[in-house]
């Protein structure tokens, strides 16, 4: 399979580009949130899950949901990120660098091993499944103007409901962690 | 009535990309050439502008506080910035030792690439886009977000208790005050009925006697302050330079950077300060449009960089006429005075659409915006009146 | 490039956040351990609109969309808590909120 990648990329090399373009964000999001999730500096933690956001951005944009590409960037990095990060420093552990990494007990190790069994039990199924080994259709656009007649026809009551799950969120976050006046 | 000068840039790089091909090279190559030669000038030009603003705008301010700016480096000062750019280069670069000195080195560049990317979607003429996105305003505004990371990043990583104060400050700025400035962005491509900025250029033209730029419609009048002010606030310029004034937190979250990384940041702010007045430019003045059809003898990249630079020149105006917003005032004002507004314009302007367009729909529009208005401006400033002061301690 | 290359990329963005989410006692690293899951399901989304035999229909995009709006509120509100419950435990371990613990 790779022998085959690698002579249709070496002949054309706009498709090897084309390629290319999933495959490195793609690498670079699994590094990034590999490298999140064992950190001990929790800042460190926040800035690898932004750049593991960023490289998602770019995967979907590569793939052809260019408007979800920028959804993802604008709501994950520029609002998820900077309220986990202010989390981050208005909780301020006591020591920010050397947090506790990890429970106490065997809870970790039970932790990674429920996640390893649940990957291996995907990939059995992802690579034995018939339909999964599709090739790649030739293209697949997503114009703004058809999501937005979507989103405004089929899925108008999605969007509402949305709507306000947003603002009750909003309110409830802000009645949530407001201080108490005295 | 286009004149020869209209066709000039497009014609160069049509020229010299055949030059190039000329050779046999592959289809492919001269792509990349091309996008090559289109960033280059892009970059170029508006590293210029980043130079001759900064003399320009240290000139302006002063003169409206009746004194000469710089002009001992050349005619009439106009080397300071060759000047200024030996003084950042030769400076030592400073990074605190306990800092965290890969977040504090990464945090420039990470300021500086999404302002450069931005420039991608900006129509600087008559068929002159780099990039035909489908929805421009919204990469626009994605790739803004990144600069909030930025700021973050140059805080935390300066280990500097203002400087995560003064970056905390900033990006609670920032947020509050890119809500609006999305929405009345919005506003016009709703009218326009696309997100790309090459259509609401489009949106904008026809015009005979008056030219049909949004701004001058109640609704676009709205918006389009709107916009501008939130884009003084995004760029942290007076009188939203609470983050990085001197007189507050030192530098705010600058504190911990000295030379070329200063420089850097400095000259990130000041392209996306030209990148949000272009926007500005294409969304509510019309783009690279002439106001009267005569007009087109000037070439529309004159009439887009004309425009920038006008709009530009009011930013420094107004920089060197307000005082600084304290950061409750600032945060208010985006939350209680021009997010409503901004609805009021969003409602305003779909009334006006369907309306029809015509004289009612004016009086409508005009209603909508201006309630709302006379409401939350007296609502506003009672808030902040001065009341009798009342002495604790003595009779 | 085949639908299973991105199907095995996103099971295993899914089991890192899981493994974040099981094993970390930090309540804003479980978190992010969240958001890590919740982005390998919108890429699973993605990866099958894009090899679908019908990409005009446009649902495996929405419920990305939707999906990304319900993370930032859930993501806004866990944050929100994970502060109050600081200020009452001055800790945001989660190994310290014991209290009715028998």
Request: proline share 5%.
């Amino acid at each position: 399979m790779m022998c085959d990648f690698l002579k249709t990329c070496c002949a054309d090399p706009m498709k090897l580009i084309g390629e290319w373009f999933v495959i490195l964000p793609a690498v670079i999001l699994l590094l990034a949130a590999a490298a999140s999730v064992v950190m001990r500096n929790l800042i460190h933690a926040a800035l690898l899950l932004t750049l593991s956001f960023i490289a998602l951005g770019v995967v979907f944009i590569a793939l052809g949901a260019e408007f979800v590409g920028f959804v993802q960037l604008l709501v994950y990095v520029g609002a998820v990120a900077m309220v986990i990060v202010f989390a981050i420093l208005l909780t301020k552990p006591d020591q920010l660098t050397k947090s506790r990494n990890m429970l106490s007990g065997f809870a970790p190790a039970a932790g990674v091993a429920v996640a390893f069994a649940s990957l291996a039990a995907l990939l059995g199924f992802i690579f034995s499944s018939p339909l999964a080994k599709k090739p790649l259709p030739a293209t697949a656009s997503a114009p703004v103007a058809a999501i937005g007649e979507a989103l405004m026809g089929d899925y108008v009551i999605a969007l509402i409901v949305l709507g306000i799950l947003l603002t009750a969120a909003l309110v409830g976050a802000a009645v949530i962690a407001m201080e108490d006046k005295p | 009535m286009i004149s020869s000068l209209e066709r000039v840039p497009i014609d160069l790089l049509h020229w010299f990309l055949g030059l190039v091909g000329s050779f046999g090279v592959p289809a492919w190559i001269l792509a990349i050439v091309s996008a090559l030669i289109i960033i280059g000038t892009i970059i170029g030009v508006f590293l210029g502008l980043f130079a001759l603003t900064s003399v320009m705008e240290r000139k302006i301010l002063a003169r409206v506080q009746n004194r000469y700016g710089p002009n001992r480096a050349g005619p009439f000062g106009l080397f300071q910035p060759i000047a200024d750019g030996i003084k950042m280069i030769t400076k030592e670069d400073l990074v605190p030792r306990t800092a965290d000195w890969i977040v504090h080195l990464l945090a420039p560049v990470v300021m500086m690439v999404p302002a450069l990317m931005v420039l991608a979607i900006i129509p600087y003429g008559r068929d002159m886009v780099p990039v035909e996105l489908d929805a421009g305003i919204l990469y626009f505004f994605a790739v803004g977000a990144g600069t909030e990371v930025a700021v973050f990043m140059a805080g935390w990583g300066s280990n500097n208790k203002y400087s995560v104060l003064g970056a905390m400050r900033a990006i609670a700025q920032m947020i509050s005050y890119e809500l609006p400035l999305v929405i009345s962005a919005i506003v016009t491509a709703m009218i326009a009925g696309s997100l790309s900025p090459s259509a609401i250029v489009a949106a904008q033209g026809g015009g005979g006697f008056v030219p049909q730029w949004f701004i001058l419609t109640p609704w676009g009048f709205t918006a389009g302050l709107i916009f501008y002010i939130c884009a003084l606030a995004e760029s942290n310029r007076s009188p939203f330079d609470l983050p990085e004034g001197e007189s507050e937190l030192v530098a705010g979250h600058l504190t911990e950077y000295s030379g070329f990384k200063y420089a850097t940041f400095f000259m990130a702010e000041y392209v996306g300060m030209f990148a949000i007045c272009g926007m500005f430019v294409t969304l509510f003045l019309g783009g690279w449009q002439a106001p009267l059809p005569f007009l087109d003898i000037v070439p529309s990249w004159c009439w887009f960089f004309g425009k920038v630079c006008f709009v530009a020149f009011t930013m420094i105006w107004v920089r060197a006429t307000l005082p600084r917003l304290r950061i409750d005032h600032l945060l208010a004002f985006a939350w209680k005075f021009l997010l409503p507004m901004s609805f009021a314009a969003f409602l305003s302007a779909a009334c006006w659409h369907y309306a029809g367009r015509g004289p009612l729909a004016w009086i409508l529009s005009l209603a909508i915006v201006g309630i709302p208005y006379l409401i939350l401006g007296n609502a506003f400033t009672n808030r902040f009146a001065v009341s009798r002061r009342t002495y604790l301690f003595s009779e | 490039m085949t639908l299973q290359i991105l199907l095995a990329i996103s099971a295993i963005l899914f089991a890192f956040g899981l493994a974040a989410a099981l094993s970390r006692s930090n309540a804003i690293m479980i978190l992010i351990g969240i958001e890590l899951m919740l982005g390998a399901a919108n890429l699973n989304f993605i990866a099958f609109w894009r090899f679908s035999d019908n990409p005009a229909d446009l649902a495996g995009i929405l419920f990305v969309i939707f999906s990304i709006g319900v993370a930032a509120a859930e993501a806004a509100v866990g944050l929100a808590i994970i502060i109050l419950v600081h200020r009452r435990i001055r800790s945001v371990e989660v190994d310290d909120a014991s209290n009715l613990k028998g």
